[in-house]
């Protein structure tokens, strides 16, 4: 393992004013996503979707720093024929892709998942190297409800995180390390708070246990907010407060950064939370997004699959990405919602 260009791949995911856009949604996901907006999921319409967004010069040349594909996309040519991978390449963000294989029941812990795809995972990145790969991704998903999350079902995805992680790095690959605690649910805020340290714990315990060096990772992680159906809110910074409490108390400080998931809330919260906890600063990681829906919602709204609404995508897309880059900053504000609006 070469951890110093490792360590540079994950510098460049996590540079300062920029941030990555999470495009990697499984088959399954990108159907709910298309019929939301009347479109049939095909390979074409697949492709044409993510072919716009890829092609959005200025957020791409600008606001993003990496773009994590699913596998279709990663082997995917553009109408014209040029890999889509290049298209990111030359656009100057790094391309990764997702190699988790989705969630299963964990038997024995009703209600509860384990994360797959370590089988046969060093054939499949070498392969994903070959064609352009620099960083992978692996989700693992963790449930708030009555009894749960138990202890032995997180243990069981960190360490599956864990293993993913060292494969990755072998292959000269950055593992984007995403352990989500939902926001599903009638939780508060201060019971995400209390599963969210307890998760990252464990997935650093078994990330050492696992010789993962951190200097060579990305940290993905969920922010501490309510759950959605909770009947009291949160104040934005109280979210960004207790984000901040939560990894400082569980995060080592060689982890270069730490690129958030958006997982359900709303565009403008997801990009607040970001730009108050930057804002607040006093940590030793870079913060930064990786949203999928937080980027996404606009373009996919705006595009409804047809050719003549893809310049109206391309300016929502730079839009939110534009939003969420200066709030890696620290640099958003209310007023540039409209003010900036393309
Ligand atoms: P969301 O930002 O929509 O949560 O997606 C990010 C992601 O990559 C989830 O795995």
Redesign the pocket.
Known sequence: MNLAALNEIAEKMVTPGKGIL?A?ESSGTIKKRFDAIGVESTETNRRDYRELLFRSTEAMQKYISGV?LYEETLYQDAADGTPLVKLIAEAGAVPGIKVDKGTKPLPGFPGETITEGLDGLPERLAKDYERGARFA?W?AVIDIAAGIPTAGAVKANAHALARYARICQEAQIVPIV?P?VLMDGSHDIARCDEVTRFVLQTVFAELFEQRVALEGIVLKPNMVVCGKKCETRATIDECAHRTIAALKATVPSSVPGIAY????QSDEEATAHLNAMNKIGGFPWKMTF?????LQAAPQKAWAGRPENVAAAQRAFTHRARMNALASLGKWEDSLETALAA
């Open positions: 999470a990697d994590i991704k989700r995403e989500e998931l958006s997982g359900g990786s949203y999928g829906r937080a």
